[in-house]
């Protein structure tokens, strides 16, 4: 008879996430070896990863990463859920084939872009789309104006969204540390000069994601990149995982060896950005926004986790010459917990802005 699994309450599997993301301390790391630790990180706001990576790693250098991605070592691409992440440029070409049907799905799991790729030749639209991104980068709008003059009767503005179904890359300047740019296009093979893998068994990215996310169910998964069925992929590695419980009895997932701190390690304030991986990697986010907390998500808002955990959501406004990092939480917290909040939050903001003054307004709670 197997031995009974052991079971893991939601404090567990939150300690165990913050340990593998790097949020219960900061690390000494690269930002490219981070990227590639966390298998790509969400990037549809261009500032987001670096205040991911600038709450994971000690002395974070913005530049670093912006230098990264301006020379193609890291690349914003379409990819988990068909949106932007950023990836090493090692990883674009090798998780693309794994994520393509999630992507596919998300584009023509819209109406409007479905009915317009209706009796339409779409392999035609994509190698049009891809000879017109490689003579110079194009917006989706510049790809809708060029659909109209060879198919009029589309809705071409829907008919654009073939872009997607394309492994593309976002260029530079877009992306880079505070410098903006129009979100413009080209091929992945294009922009990195090497060619897309084939390979799209999900296995070992799978095993990365658990090192990185876990313990997790097989939904989890699935939340996190967008790819379904995966019942067969853990199947296969089942004999070469550890198979725990959370105290809901769902089976859990996890590489051994994996880190599963104790409960009662400390867990410090940390400020994520708009859309991080870790909140958005599981299907089931107890571990890390409780119950109570509703509506976390809002265009804007980036996240502030005080003893590990969703507790307020934050925002930078500009004030004449001035930086106010507003932050709202949806509890009241300690004194002890504004004043970590408050300390944090500056230091966030001398990152944002480092010649300029800054504050922290902390709404009561």
């Not at 876990?214 to 296969?236: H, I, M, N, Q």
């Not at 409780?290 to 925002?315: F, I, K, M, N, Y």
Request: proline share 8%; glycine share 4%.
């Amino acid at each position: 008879m197997p031995p009974r699994a052991r079971v893991l309450s939601d404090r567990e599997l939150n300690r165990a996430l913050l340990a593998r993301q790097l949020l219960l301390r900061r690390r000494r790391a690269s930002p490219l070896a981070t990227v590639e630790r966390l298998v790509a990180m969400q990037a549809q706001v261009p500032r987001d990863p670096y205040v991911a990576l600038w709450s994971r790693l000690e002395d974070f250098r913005p530049e670093t990463l912006s230098r990264a991605i301006q020379t193609r070592r890291a690349v914003r691409m379409t990819l988990h859920r068909g949106t932007l992440h950023l990836v090493t440029r090692a990883d674009a070409l090798a998780l693309y084939p794994v994520v393509r049907s999630a992507i596919d799905r998300t584009v023509y799991g819209q109406r409007p872009f479905r009915a317009a790729f209706e009796s339409i030749d779409i392999e035609v639209v994509k190698t049009v789309f891809a000879t017109l991104l490689e003579e110079a980068p194009r917006t989706r709008a510049d790809l809708a104006s060029a659909a109209a003059e060879r198919w009029p009767e589309r809705d071409v503005s829907s008919l654009g969204y073939a872009l997607y179904l394309l492994p593309n890359a976002q260029v530079t300047p877009r992306g880079l540390w505070r410098t903006s740019g129009r979100a413009a296009f080209t091929t992945l093979e294009h922009w990195l000069g090497g060619r897309v893998a084939n390979d799209p068994i999900p296995d070992a990215m799978l095993l990365r994601y658990l090192a990185a996310y876990g313990p997790s169910t097989v939904a989890d998964a699935s939340a996190w990149c967008g790819v379904r069925p995966l019942v067969d992929a853990f199947e296969r590695l089942r004999p070469r995982l550890r198979i725990l419980h959370d105290d809901r009895g769902r089976e859990l997932f996890d590489v051994p060896r994996a880190p599963l701190p104790d409960p009662r390690t400390p867990a410090p304030v940390r400020f994520l950005p708009e859309y991080d991986n870790v909140l958005l990697a599981h299907q089931d986010r107890r571990r890390i926004v409780p119950v109570s907390v509703r509506q976390w998500t809002e265009v804007g808002w980036g996240s502030v986790l005080v003893d590990g955990v969703v507790a307020a959501r934050w925002r930078p406004f500009e004030d004449g010459d001035r930086l106010v990092l507003r932050v709202e939480p949806f509890e009241r917290l300690t004194p002890n917990e504004r004043k970590d909040v408050v300390a944090e939050g500056r230091r966030l903001a001398g990152m944002l802005t480092p010649e300029a003054e800054a504050s922290v307004e902390l709404a009561k709670g």
